[in-house]
C-alpha cells in the first residue's frame, strides 16, 4: 500500500533558526506528495505540492521541499522560522488513479524564543 | 472563495446517540471528502463523493455510518449508534474536478466527543 512516514513526532527549535521536517514516502506507482499545515483548532492548509517536474517545490510562508527519488523523500524546509510557524504539519500522497490522500502521522513543530 | 464550512464545530453526545454532521463545500467544488483525524494521527481518509455519487469508501466507514451528498451540494455524514471509539475530529474537504493531482481544500472540522 501507498504511504508516507514522518519520521519526527516532534521538532523543537529557536526562532529564526532553520528547520528541516522529514517525510519519506513509498509506492511503486507515480506518486504526488503534500505537505500540509493544521494550526490548532483549525482545518489544513496547503503550504505545498509536488506532482513532477522541478524537485523542489516552494510553498507558501517560506517553505520549501525538495522531492528525491533515489531517497523516496520528500521533506520540507525554511530558513529561518517564527514563532507563527509552530503547528502540526502532515506530509501526505495520493498514488495512481485514487483520489484519497494517505497522510503520515504528522510532526508537531514547537518554535520558542 | 468562502472556504469549506462545517457545522457543528463541536459536538458532544452520549454512547448509543445518532449524530450528523453537515460539510458545505467551496462553490462549484465537484468533489467532497471526509476524514477522520484522531487524537496524534493523521487524518483517514472515509469517504468521497464526486457531484453526488459516492465513489468510494473506506473500510473505516461502518455500517453505522452513512454519508449522503444530495443535489452535489452540501454533504452529511450520519453515525448511528455512536459510541466511545467514534470520538474524533471529523474533516470535509472540497476539490474541483481536474484530475487525483487536484488541491483539497478543508474546512475546520467537527470535534466529536462520545461519552
Known amino acids: 500500500a501507498q504511504s508516507v512516514t514522518q519520521l519526527d513526532s516532534q521538532v523543537p527549535v529557536f526562532e529564526e533558526a532553520p528547520v528541516e521536517l522529514r517525510c519519506n514516502y513509498s509506492?511503486?506507482?507515480?506518486?504526488?506528495l503534500f505537505w500540509y499545515v493544521q494550526y490548532p483548532n483549525q482545518g489544513l492548509q496547503l503550504l505545498l505540492k509536488?506532482?513532477?517536474?522541478?524537485?523542489l517545490v516552494k510553498g507558501i510562508n517560506g517553505f520549501e521541499a525538495e522531492f528525491n527519488k533515489s531517497q523516496t523523500s520528500f521533506h520540507l524546509r525554511k530558513p529561518s522560522v517564527h514563532i507563527s510557524d509552530t503547528a502540526e504539519y502532515f506530509c501526505?500522497?495520493?498514488?495512481?488513479?485514487?483520489?484519497?490522500?494517505?497522510f503520515g502521522t504528522g510532526t508537531r513543530l514547537q518554535v520558542t524564543l | 472563495d468562502t472556504g469549506v464550512s462545517q457545522d457543528p464545530r463541536h459536538k458532544i453526545t452520549k454512547r448509543g446517540q445518532n449524530v450528523t454532521f453537515r460539510c458545505d463545500p467551496i462553490?462549484?467544488?465537484?468533489?467532497l471528502y471526509w476524514y477522520r483525524q484522531t487524537l496524534g494521527q493523521g487524518p483517514e481518509f472515509l469517504t468521497y463523493?464526486?457531484?453526488?455519487?459516492?465513489?468510494?469508501k473506506s473500510r473505516l466507514l461502518s455500517d453505522r455510518f452513512s454519508a449522503e451528498r444530495p443535489k452535489g451540494s452540501f454533504s452529511t455524514l450520519e453515525i448511528q449508534r455512536t459510541e466511545q471509539g467514534d470520538s474524533a475530529m471529523y474533516l470535509c474537504?472540497?476539490?474541483?474536478?481536474?484530475?487525483?493531482?487536484?488541491?483539497?481544500?478543508f474546512g475546520p472540522g467537527t470535534r466529536l466527543l462520545v461519552l
Open positions: 474537504a472540497s476539490s474541483k474536478d481536474r484530475g487525483v493531482t487536484e488541491t483539497q481544500y
Open positions: 509506492s511503486s506507482v507515480s506518486v504526488y
Open positions: 509536488y506532482l513532477s517536474g522541478s524537485t
Open positions: 501526505a500522497c495520493v498514488t495512481g488513479t485514487a483520489s484519497k490522500l494517505t
Open positions: 462553490s462549484e467544488h465537484n468533489r
Open positions: 463523493f464526486q457531484n453526488e455519487a459516492q465513489l468510494e
